[in-house]
């Protein structure tokens, strides 16, 4: 087995209260590698304590056996008596399962020390660092080159948080945040903030009682960028889902933000331009049988609806909710033209009719001069 501490960090467990005894007992915490891999069982771990890094022990080593060791990590009570920490810097020189690593960490000043700079520990055993932070402050700075830092908390409380933060302020700036995740990156890839659940759970989840639960903001001003991009793998699920009293779906309609106002000319011509078609999707975007436009074909007709892709003929995208007002308007015409026919019917009914009128009176006009012509002959004879 070969093993390497490649990451340790120190964290004092010292008292506040400055007429409390010096203790010099920390907790030591360190990252364990079993042949390039996190180890993972049960080890026994060594450490003494030296003068330099070279060795010069002092004290007695400070043995635990049947550490348990998950995803590479350990932690470790140490604890010198004495005057051992005065006089110079101190190493520790660590030993796994008989191996003795190299090289040996050296270790801060703040495990002995009663108050460390800027770190408070109270009577319950909260920490704090520091009291009040400047504007713009970095209390707390985690820097790694590898897979970075890792918080991690194993209750199972209903509202247990491996991270938490809060912003205790009732009245903090726009743009303020409890939790914020920034990413340096400039390329096409890349998280700002990740959240994923292995179960039926939430990967994200935002509230506020009279906000907005989740907001997405792209601030470019060019290219296909999206505010909010939603993906299913499944063929039965939503790759957008609203639900609540309230309105599903909204977007800005007011008659004060809006000017050049125009009606939508010959919709029933524009329709007849574009099909509805059945299609299948290809692999990338699910490959399952689905119904709609084609994007191209709609952007001859209706560009305002389409995103087209920069440079090229094709379109990423359309929305079909905003080919509703075409489709209004292709109503209202034909309800237009179905009143028309209705009142040209209606007129050629009340002609119709007016010659009907006049025919039945003629027609009794000739039955009476009838009746008379043969009541006169019936006389004569």
């Given at each position: 087995?070969?093993?390497?501490?490649?990451?340790?960090?120190?964290?004092?467990?010292?008292?506040?209260?400055?007429?409390?005894?010096?203790?010099?007992?920390?907790?030591?915490?360190?990252?364990?590698?079993?042949?390039?891999?996190?180890?993972?069982?049960?080890?026994?771990?060594?450490?003494?304590?030296?003068?330099?890094?070279?060795?010069?022990?002092?004290?007695?080593?400070?043995?635990?056996?049947?550490?348990?060791?998950?995803?590479?990590?350990f932690?470790?009570?140490?604890?010198?008596?004495?005057g051992?920490?005065?006089?110079?810097?101190?190493?520790?020189?660590?030993?796994?399962?008989?191996?003795?690593?190299?090289?040996?960490?050296?270790?801060?000043?703040?495990?002995?020390?009663?108050?460390?700079?800027?770190?408070?520990?109270?009577?319950?055993?909260?920490?704090?660092?520091?009291?009040i932070?400047?504007?713009?402050?970095?209390?707390?700075?985690?820097t790694?080159?590898?897979?970075?830092?890792?918080?991690?908390?194993?209750?199972?409380?209903?509202?247990?948080?491996?991270v938490?933060?809060v912003?205790?302020?009732?009245?903090?700036?726009?743009?303020?945040?409890?939790?914020?995740?920034?990413?340096?990156?400039?390329?096409?890839?890349?998280?700002?903030?990740?959240?994923?659940?292995?179960?039926?759970?939430?990967?994200?989840?935002?509230?506020?009682?009279?906000?907005?639960?989740?907001?997405?903001?792209?601030?470019g001003?060019?290219?296909?960028?999206?505010?909010?991009?939603?993906?299913?793998?499944?063929s039965s699920?939503?790759?957008?889902?609203?639900?609540?009293?309230?309105?599903?779906?909204?977007?800005?309609?007011?008659?004060?933000?809006?000017?050049?106002?125009?009606?939508?000319?010959?919709?029933?011509?524009?329709?007849?331009?574009?099909?509805?078609?059945?299609?299948?999707?290809?692999?990338?975007h699910?490959?399952?049988?689905?119904?709609?436009?084609?994007?191209?074909?709609?952007?001859?007709?209706?560009?305002?609806?389409?995103?087209?892709?920069?440079?090229?003929?094709?379109?990423?995208?359309?929305?079909?909710?905003?080919?509703?007002?075409?489709?209004?308007?292709?109503?209202?015409?034909?309800?237009?033209?179905?009143?028309?026919?209705?009142?040209?019917?209606?007129?050629?009914?009340?002609?119709?009719?007016?010659?009907?009128?006049?025919?039945?009176?003629?027609?009794?006009?000739?039955?009476?001069?009838?009746?008379?012509?043969?009541?006169?002959?019936?006389?004569?004879?």
């Open positions: 087995m070969k093993c390497c501490i490649w990451a340790s960090a120190v964290v004092a467990a010292v008292c506040a209260c400055a007429s409390a005894q010096e203790d010099t007992t920390f907790l030591y915490q360190g990252s364990l590698m079993d042949n390039g891999s996190p180890a993972n069982g049960t080890y026994t771990i060594s450490v003494e304590l030296w003068t330099s890094v070279n060795g010069g022990t002092i004290g007695n080593p400070i043995v635990h056996n049947n550490v348990q060791v998950v995803d590479g990590l932690d470790i009570p140490l604890s010198w008596q004495g051992y920490w005065f006089g110079g810097e101190r190493w520790l020189s660590i030993t796994v399962n008989g191996t003795q690593l190299s090289p040996p960490q050296q270790i801060t000043r703040a495990p002995y020390a009663i108050h460390a700079r800027g770190i408070r520990v109270d009577q319950a055993e909260r920490v704090g660092i520091g009291d932070g400047t504007h713009n402050a970095q209390l707390l700075v985690l790694s080159d590898s897979m970075g830092a890792r918080i991690q908390t194993t209750s199972n409380e209903t509202e247990a948080a491996a938490r933060g912003l205790d302020r009732s009245s903090p700036g726009s743009f303020s945040a409890a939790v914020r995740g920034e990413n340096r990156g400039i390329g096409v890839l890349g998280i700002g903030v990740w959240g994923s659940h292995d179960g039926s759970g939430w990967g994200v989840y935002g509230s506020s009682p009279a906000g907005t639960g989740v907001r997405g903001h792209t601030t001003n060019s290219g296909t960028t999206y505010a909010v991009y939603g993906y299913s793998a499944s699920g939503y790759d957008f889902y609203a639900a609540g009293p309230g309105v599903n779906y909204g977007s800005p309609s007011s008659i004060r933000w809006k000017k050049n106002i125009e009606p939508i000319n010959d919709p029933l011509g524009m329709l007849a331009q574009i099909r509805g078609v059945y299609f299948d999707w290809d692999e990338d699910g490959g399952q049988h689905d119904m709609g436009f084609i994007g191209e074909e709609v952007m001859e007709v209706v560009p305002e609806v389409v995103a087209k892709e920069s440079g090229t003929d094709f379109v990423t995208g359309m929305d079909y909710g905003r080919m509703t007002p075409l489709l209004v308007e292709a109503v209202n015409a034909l309800h237009t033209k179905h009143e028309m026919q209705i009142a040209e019917k209606d007129m050629q009914i009340t002609a119709i009719r007016k010659e009907n009128e006049d025919l039945r009176a003629r027609l009794e006009l000739l039955e009476q001069m009838m009746m008379r012509f043969t009541s006169d002959h019936t006389r004569e004879d």
